[in-house]
């Protein structure tokens, strides 16, 4: 009953494959489904997967490049990339999840859920209002959203994690540079900048609850406009800013010259030792 | 009644089966032994490692890492964004639209506090941090819309 139910919906099976130059770009735009992407060590680009009816499955390739594309704008499916390693992606979608390991590139959704992981060169993800959790290895990642929850693990040299109304949430290791940036979201941060690294945290009017790392050595400057700093170490105390309003707290920790500096207009901030 | 027994027809079994349990002792003795002093290492590296010491010091000056926070450019961006919002309505699915016209409000709401506060605290460099950080939201807000067809 289910297979017959699929058969009426689905169309048949689709099975492209390319061999690509490294460095090879590949571009996919898809609407709504699911699609994912798994980078291997093979020189080429395999597309299974199936299209819903109603929708066209496009499909463009030579040596140097693959575009692939399901139309029209409401257009369905499920597909299974694979991609050498060296490619670069660039993927748009619509409400389709997209779940991707050790894919380097673009990744955008404007209600889809992003799901990035495993080693990759460089990722930049983007979703209006849907969720993205990025759980890699790389050199740099550039994640952004609207009002989806932004999710930033793994270990990374450069993270740029921001949001509007989203909360964010970064545990990202061995940092040398990280931006948290938030009109309205709730952050925590509990990443580890080592003893060189500089983090800085904006939130507006969003409570950021800071964990220093374990291997942190250096020093952290919380300044809030309106709101309360609560410290839960108990050598560190809150004091009132210049203006009367607000509360500042720095503190040093370990040996090191890394920075942690945290700004707040009316959002509180909690600060935890490691 | 016989005066003699013979012995068994083999004995290699029994043989065998005590040399190996000699042995499997021998083997088990060391690793027991290395998995002990492992862990002995381990409690001692953990009480001899100090906890990073937390003190307070005094706040240095605010970093701020954006130069200056233009309200010029941020009325042409503001501008160009309700254009593309305009522009796009069609293509746009209704809850796109709004999710879009409600970030901007929020920041548009964060932008005038900060403005207000910023004209009775003109040279705080907080307030001016947070306060570029909006505009680039909304920039970033319009490359998000831009992308979104």
């Known amino acids: ?4 139910a699929l058969l009426l919906v689905l169309q048949p099976p689709i099975e492209r494959r390319q061999a690509l130059t490294p460095g090879a770009g590949v571009k996919i735009f898809m609407p709504a489904g699911r699609v ?59 409400t389709a999840d997209i779940d991707a390991t050790d894919v380097s590139g673009w990744f955008y959704g404007v209600s889809s859920r992003i799901h990035l992981a495993g080693t990759v060169r460089n990722l930049e993800a983007e979703s209006i209002s849907g969720d993205v959790t990025i759980a890699v290895t790389a050199p740099w990642v550039r994640a952004r959203t609207g009002q989806g929850r932004l999710t930033v693990g793994g270990q990374a040299d450069d993270v740029s994690a921001t949001s509007i109304n989203g909360a964010i949430d970064v545990t990202t290791g061995q940092l040398t540079r990280a931006r948290v940036s938030t009109v309205n979201g709730n952050v925590r941060f509990a990443g580890d900048p080592g003893t060189q690294g500089l983090v800085d945290i904006d939130d507006y009017a969003g409570p950021v609850d800071l964990t220093l790392g374990a291997h942190m050595g250096g020093q952290c400057d919380i300044t809030t406009v309106f709101g309360e700093i609560v410290s839960e170490i108990p050598s560190v105390r809150p004091v009132a800013g210049t203006s009367g309003r607000g509360q500042t707290l720095a503190l040093s920790i370990g040996r090191g010259t890394a920075h942690i500096t945290v700004r707040t207009f009316k959002g509180g901030v909690r600060v935890r030792g490691p | 009644m016989k005066r003699e027994i013979d012995p068994p027809y083999d004995l290699w079994p029994g043989i065998r089966a005590r040399i190996q ?120 807000l319009m490359k998000l819309l831009a992308n979104a067809s």
């Open chain 1, 1 to 4: 009953m289910i297979a017959l």
């Open chain 1, 36 to 94: 994912h992407l798994v980078g291997w060590d093979k020189d080429t680009l395999a597309v299974r997967g199936t299209v819903a009816r109603g929708s066209t499955f496009y499909y463009g390739a030579y040596h140097g490049g693959v575009k692939v594309s399901v139309d029209p704008d409401s257009g369905s499916a499920t597909l299974d990339v694979f991609v050498p390693r060296s490619s670069i992606v660039s993927i748009k979608a619509v």
């Open chain 2, 21 to 140: 349990a000699r042995r499997g002792w021998r083997m088990i003795g060391p690793v027991v032994a290395l998995a002990a002093a492992a862990a002995l290492a381990f409690v001692i590296v953990r009480q001899t490692t100090p906890k990073a010491t937390i003190t307070q010091i005094e706040p240095t000056a605010v970093r701020t890492i954006v130069d200056s926070a233009d309200a010029s450019s941020d009325a042409r961006v503001e501008q160009e964004l309700l254009e593309e919002l305009e522009l796009r309505r069609g293509e746009l699915r209704p809850e796109t639209e709004a999710a879009v016209r409600a970030s901007l409000q929020t920041i548009d709401s964060a932008i005038k506090e900060l403005r207000t506060e910023m004209a009775r605290r003109p040279n705080d460099p907080a307030l001016a941090q947070l306060l570029a950080e909006a505009y680039a939201h909304k920039v970033d």
